[in-house]
């Protein structure tokens, strides 16, 4: 098959975003994390090595969390029925979503800390 031109694969590309992002509750949650970030990005002066930790761990669970849509999409689609080597891939996909929010939080609470405790302080 003709692989097609660039601009193509770009528009293919958004248009699966799209439509992960509207339809599924749970990278719109994530999308509201990250929405939050950069607030706090702005709000606080995070530095920019800070700056940058948090925009790769909000990208990363992102990322985790649409591999994890696509895994369960393909199950969906090569077996509707109850198998437990399904259950199995899925649990999988969604354990690895849950490791990059882990290591994110881990990664929130060291760069917002000293940031917040400062903020109570002056309070
Ligand atoms: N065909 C199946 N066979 C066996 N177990 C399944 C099957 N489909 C789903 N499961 C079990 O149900 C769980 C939830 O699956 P489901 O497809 O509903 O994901 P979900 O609730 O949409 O997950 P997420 O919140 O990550 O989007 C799976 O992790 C798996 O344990």
């Given amino acids: 098959m003709k ?19 509207r339809n599924e509750r749970n990278f719109q949650f994530h999308i ?3 929405i939050i970030n950069l607030f706090l ?10 700056t940058a930790l948090i925009i790769l761990c ?3 669970v992102l990322t985790t969390e649409a591999v994890n ?6 199950c969906d689609h090569i ?3 109850f198998d437990i080597n399904i259950g199995i891939i899925k649990d999988l996909a969604g354990g690895a979503v849950l490791l990059s929010v882990i290591v994110s ?3 929130g609470i060291l ?11 002056e309070f």
């Fill in 69 to 74: 849509t696509c895994i369960e999409k393909i």
């Fill in 3 to 21: 692989k097609p031109p660039f601009h193509n694969s770009v528009h293919f590309t958004i248009k699966g975003l799209m439509w992960i992002l």
């Fill in 58 to 60: 909000c990208f990363f």
């Fill in 105 to 107: 939080l881990f990664v």
């Fill in 79 to 81: 077996q509707p029925e």
């Fill in 32 to 34: 509201f994390g990250l």
């Fill in 41 to 50: 990005i702005v709000f606080l002066g995070l530095s920019n090595t800070e």
């Fill in 111 to 121: 760069v917002y800390w000293p940031y917040l405790n400062q903020k109570i302080s």
